[in-house]
């Protein structure tokens, strides 16, 4: 066994790199003819149901979803169908993102949403898992094995499986969809600015993680990467809701990394956020998908490429402060809650 | 002016004691008949849509509504409506949450979710506010002027105003509020072991907020008053998210304060979570209304006083540590954001 293989990090690292292939791939599963069968697009609503990276995956999913199909998204929380009694979902559809698919709170969630009268979908990346069979349509995430404990492939690819089912229902968007698909493939995930990200993180005792529409669910999963991997307290918010009380943090050494999606509706946000954190002294860092020369990506996507970006620069964070990212301490792969 | 009334806090600290009579007075409103007229009690769905406070305030009430109500009840973001194209509502009801109820996010909400076909409701503390004239029913908080920046008995007020609005759409809850009421009537919000909380806190360096169901929205809020009048970083967890990645944090010295509302279904999760915390050497805290002598509380009252008590203790240690929670350096009164 070469030495590479058994360092810290190598698990992370090599599928962190897979993140944007696994993307265009799953990003382009022709959904099609398995949606209009189960007549997904006549949903009134559409609830999420996901816990930790997929719940942002589900966060950024519903941006994308609710400004092309112009219905409402939003998410319930396991705990509805797991711990109570559940509630009437007819004439919704429920999408339920799970890795493992394997999960107690989601597979009751999926038989308990099924039963109320909800076309359940469900993004996965085991086939056949309990999840799956509880639903009415699978969508294959496609990332193979994820060995390391913080998931990365498989969480661009649950964007990615978004994409595709979005794809399906809107052929407009469809096409918009391909273009990014295409821009993705020929990407660097080396942000040139990733030495300096690495150092500000070295420095920080607290970062917030800033973004809005799809940027807000990307800044959810930086900031719990940040926590898994280098026991770094980061969190997310978006920038409006960050100028209300917690501005007030920026009086603690704060670090701030705006996650700019480079859609033109949340330039002016994102700017007044960063002024208001710069006044006050704060170390404020932003990236956006121009930094690498990509452009015309779907929101969606940007938040896709600026994880897969993140995930080598949190890799590196962790390495320098002696910690192994592919097994943190005190977590298991899979985690048993209701 | 005698000194006290002009010492760092008195404003926060005489607020936040009208908490409770605040809860009662806005949860006694008797609001049947406004409710029939309206036909609020057909709603297929309930949407919220608030900022901050009132967010954790909305979070609380989700899980009360969907639990009486049996419909799904979840969180837009105001982004939608003001800078997206909204969303159909149509069948659903709209319930904005605003102290102010001035807010340009919100009154754009309040305005779209209208034209866009739901039933729109507004919690105000403000007559006669631009959310309240958008609104097809409006329920006052009735906490009265509210001058310190951070909100506190306007948030427990909110609570009770949902608490009003439950009990018009379901009598025999409204039976078991009005139980929660005569009991929080009496009540001391002063708790026993509020000197060592006030401890933890000045000892901490982060800090993580866990609470289920109606504590859970509680712990939001709780999390975001110690970054606003502390600028402590302390983030808000359910039980079960927070045994995944978010736990390693705990390998950095962190406290952990438990809001458990007393609910038979959650003290199993609560326990694993304070057993977890504990094993890997955290300053575990939990609170409870049984500490006060608090009994038969609805999961929703059993939040507002957890609130009460901690608004005090959060007061105490924002002052030992030389702030002025009334007026932080960062923040004003109204934030203007979209």
Do not use: W
């Not at 039963?115 to 990346?125: E, F, L, Y």
């Not at 938040?303 to 897969?308: N, S, T, V």
């Amino acid at each position: 066994m070469k030495p590479e293989l058994t360092a810290h990090g190598h698990l992370m690292a090599n599928e962190a790199a897979q993140a944007m292939a696994v993307f265009c791939a799953s990003a382009s599963q022709d959904l099609t003819a398995l949606v209009a069968q189960q007549g997904i697009g006549d949903a009134k609503a559409i609830y999420t149901i996901a816990r930790g990276s997929s719940d942002a995956v589900a966060n950024i999913l519903s941006y994308e979803f609710m400004r092309e199909l112009g219905v409402p998204v939003t998410s319930l929380p396991p705990s509805v169908f797991s711990l109570g009694r559940g509630v009437d979902v007819g004439g919704a559809a429920v999408l339920i993102i799970s890795q493992s698919g394997a999960s107690d709170d989601l597979v009751y969630s999926a038989k308990g949403a099924a039963a109320k009268g909800a076309k359940v979908i469900a993004i996965t990346n085991q086939p056949y898992s309990s999840v799956e069979k509880a639903a009415a349509l699978a969508i294959p995430i496609g990332a193979g094995a994820e060995l390391a404990v913080p998931a990365t492939k498989t969480v661009v690819g649950s964007i990615a499986a978004g994409t595709a089912l979005l794809s399906a229902l809107v052929p407009s968007y469809g096409l918009r969809a391909k273009s990014a698909i295409d821009c993705l493939r020929a990407i660097s995930t080396v942000h040139p600015k990733a030495d300096d990200l690495r150092a500000s993180f070295l420095r920080a005792r607290h970062v917030y993680v800033i973004g809005r529409d799809t940027g807000y669910g990307a800044a959810h999963e930086v900031a719990l990467k940040l926590k898994e991997c280098c026991a770094l307290h980061a969190e997310a918010y978006s920038a409006s809701e960050v100028l209300h009380g917690p501005l007030q943090l920026a009086t603690n050494p704060l670090m701030v990394l705006i996650l700019d999606t480079g859609a033109g509706n949340i330039k002016a946000s994102l700017d007044q956020a960063e002024a208001r954190f710069r006044a006050v002294g704060c170390d404020v860092q932003r990236i956006s998908p121009a930094d690498l020369g990509a452009r015309d990506l779907t929101p969606a996507a940007a938040a896709a490429l600026m994880l897969a970006v993140m995930y080598q620069i949190i890799l590196k964070t962790a390495l320098a402060l002696g910690l192994n990212p592919d097994a943190p301490e005190t977590l298991s792969k899979v985690t048993k809650t209701t």
